[in-house]
């Protein structure tokens, strides 16, 4: 069965570094998520993708944030300036669709970020 | 405001048991999703049920939707240690070009042997 993949699983780095988290989404998929879970928290919506720019986007994906479709198969969010309140674990999801509303997200197994 | 509120935030069972979760939302939805999170990991996509829909049925999962009260819930029947995980109900919030998905807080399902 097809799946999201990311990669690395885990990701440490120092405080101010940048870092480029990266995912596969499902082949057939148009539409791409990154979602964010702090530690002992809710998961969290940061961005969506779809024809090659950003959908939507909440108010924690600032400046510091990025995302870019390179290829044809990898999706990344980059994070510019990392900060300690950066650390958590990232989702990449991808869709179908997306306009119809009912369509399933699929998640990928995530990538821990910490930053020290 | 809130969406996907779980309760219980914590449900202790023994093997054979059923399970049930419930969820509260505050807006109108198109539909709602439930998640299962193992420790650690990610998020496992369980079952969608759509707002014009009132049960759905997977496995030993059984899913019910009340819009009049904004709220659905989450049976496991006969519950395995395996089932052992967090589970998160999710509402989609309708945009443009796709919809992104609001989490409850989840509700930690703790399966003995």
């Known amino acids: 069965e097809p799946e999201v993949t990311q990669t690395p699983s885990h990701q440490v780095t120092q405080m101010g570094q940048e870092v480029i988290l990266r995912c596969v989404p499902i082949?057939?998929?148009?539409?791409f998520y990154w979602y964010r879970q702090i530690l002992g928290q809710k998961v969290e919506f940061l961005v969506s993708?779809?024809?090659?720019?950003?959908?939507?986007k909440s108010e924690i994906f600032d400046d510091q944030f990025s995302v870019e479709r390179p290829d044809g198969s990898n999706f990344t969010l980059k994070i510019r300036s990392t900060k300690l309140e950066d650390s958590a674990m990232y989702f990449c999801a991808s869709s179908e669709v997306g306009t119809s509303g009912v369509d399933t997200q699929y998640f990928g197994p995530g990538t821990r970020l910490t930053v020290l | 405001s809130q969406q996907g509120e779980e309760d219980p935030q914590a449900l202790s069972i023994q093997e054979g048991e059923n399970a049930t979760m419930n969820c509260s939302y505050k807006?109108?939805?198109?539909?709602l999703q439930w998640y299962r999170q193992n420790s650690g990991r990610g998020l496992v996509h369980l079952i969608l049920i759509r707002s014009n829909e009132r049960e759905k049925h997977s496995g030993r999962l059984r899913v019910t939707l009340d819009t009049s009260k904004k709220s659905s819930s989450l049976l496991i029947t006969a519950s395995r240690a395996a089932d052992t995980a967090s589970y998160f109900c999710a509402t989609i919030m309708i945009y443009n070009q796709g919809g992104k998905l609001i989490f409850g807080q989840g509700t930690e399902l703790s399966v003995k042997p």
């Open positions: 807006t109108s939805i198109n539909n």
């Open positions: 082949s057939n998929h148009l539409y």
């Open positions: 993708f779809y024809n090659n720019e950003i959908s939507e």
